[in-house]
């Protein structure tokens, strides 16, 4: 049974889902990717979905969810991209890991629509840096073993 790594955020509308698509790219077979909020939008947000698309991965299936789904699953890893999830956040069984790295959210970003969509690149690249070496981490650990 592979590892599951919930990443969660306070909407589960934009950076968390962004991350999800993310890791799950770079990953590929190694983990179970998730995401949650902490207080669901109940939608995604197109810009999110749109700068995936972008750069060829496809979250527009996905669907804004509660982290109480998850409360009676086997999580081994929970990521919070957001302060307010940070706080939220319960601590779930036999969790192994918890991590916090948090990023703008592009969803408060102010201006022109070229300047809000440059902001929520800006954040879909500096996630996709970060667990994209999350990732490699994890592909090094598992040539290892």
């Known amino acids: ?57 496809d979250i527009s299936g996905h669907r804004s969810k509660s982290m109480s789904e998850f409360l009676d699953k086997k999580i081994d890893t929970v990521i919070t991209v957001c302060g307010n999830a940070d706080q939220a956040c319960p601590m779930f069984p036999g969790q192994v890991n ?3 790295w948090g990023f703008d959210d592009p969803h408060h970003a102010k201006g022109t ?12 690249d500096q996630i996709s840096l970060v667990f994209g070496a999350y990732a490699a981490g994890l592909k090094e650990g598992a040539v290892l073993k």
Do not use: W, Y
């Open 1 to 57: 049974m592979k590892p599951t790594v919930l990443i969660l955020c306070t909407g589960n509308s934009c950076r968390s889902q962004m991350a999800e698509g993310l890791l799950r790219a770079a990953a590929g077979d190694l983990i179970d990717v998730v995401s949650a909020g902490s207080k669901p939008a109940g939608h995604l947000n197109a810009r999110a979905v749109q700068v995936l698309k972008e750069i060829g991965i």
């Open 98 to 100: 918890r991590h916090h």
């Open 113 to 124: 629509e070229g300047e809000i969509m440059a902001a929520f690149r800006r954040t879909r």
